[in-house]
């Protein structure tokens, strides 16, 4: 069957809504954050119609979780070309490109002017329930390829939503499942029933009553990409205010030349600057490195919790636990496509191998593009930090570079498709979050942000984060 029967067939049932007479469907994009708004941005160029599905209220809503959190990437690497040409007929100009924005200072002074020249191309407050292929679940075979996309929707309110598409390009990024504390990659015992001592996320400190929550207080931190580096920090600047105030840093390895990431060395200078803030918090007596502990139970002792390793090793009471092990992607609303995923990252499988964190830093990644992003499914796309699964290497650049990539392809032009316009910075350990209201240059002690510009564990983990329906 023809797409455009399919879709007649799908539209005289009611079942979607958005099926244009002449059968031209969008190419749907999921999430409005940095790298589904670029890929938003390069679809027009390319005279194609996006539709992007946004779960949040606004542009950048993961991005606007982290917003106290400064970048490690300048702003000459957080704006995407395309995006920029879009902007400057309302006459955007990027700020300063060699200062460091925040993640407040991303959504508000990029992301959301973007998202307001995009206009009607963006729904809010669409949640992304399923994709599948009209009339087939992934079992069926027959004329699969040629049946457009169904996305099932859940609007504010409950109200559900069929959208039909053309293509899928999945940019919600990790943001909205971090992984936990236990060793074995699942929560540790008694973690899920102590959730009011325990977060997930690099804490404001700037809020009184977040920075009530840890001042003179005892906090483990688990975690050993830049978020951590960052909650360090933030405990010890806490520290030399509010006396008792100590961070017990959890790590499930040892100690090392690379601990830290690139320090000086670092060609992403505000990376290597995070790195060495939260060794001097060691240094300086304000945290303390608890190694090779296995994270295995949480106990209650009071109204305090501890930690217990597998070996046996029972960590000193704590008041708060700050879990920053890195985020993982949502595979479940796409149940009923064919993906290839690499069992290991959750990744594409050719993408996978030159992502891989035993071997890669964010500088190691050879940009990469539609090749390496293609699944089974004809025309299905998952970019930026949804498309590294549970590797925590981004960049907000290689997001960029792909999506580029995906649009060029979708628009029939291969070459460009294939043509690789991007070159990264190497070394150091790819993290993914800065500190806040510090100096813009790394010599002052600039801040990072991570990766792809925001905090993860990395990051970022990714040093962003990602996001539910608008991650990086």
Known sequence: MLAAQAIDKCRSKGEIVNAPATGQLPVVVIGAGPVGLAAAAHLVERGLEPLVLEAGPSAGTAVRDWAHVRLFSPWAEVTDPAAEKLLAPTGWVRPDGATYPTGGDWAEQYLQPLADVLGDKIRYGATVTGVARAGRDRIVDADRDEQPFTVHIELVGGREERIAARAMIDA??????PSPMGADGLPALGEKAAVDRISYRVPDLRDPAIRARYAGKRTAVVGSGASAFTALAYLADLAMEKPGTHAAWVLRRGIGANTFGGGEADQLPARGALGLRAKAAVEDGHASAVTGFRTRAVERDGDRLVLVAEDGRRLDPVDE???????????????????????????PVALAPLIDPNIHSCGTVYPHGVNELAHPEQDLYLVGMKSYGRAPTFLALTGYEQVRSVAAALAGDREAAERVE???????????AGLYEAPDTASEGGEGGGCCGAPATLHIGVGIPTATSGGC
């Open 321 to 347: 636990v700050l879990v920053l092990t890195g985020f993982r992607p949502d595979l479940s609303f796409l149940s009923e496509v064919r993906l290839g995923l690499d069992e290991r990252l959750q990744a």
């Open 172 to 177: 919600s990024g990790t943001w909205s499942i």
């Open 422 to 432: 991007l070159t990264l910075p190497e070394t150091g350990v790819c993290g993914g």
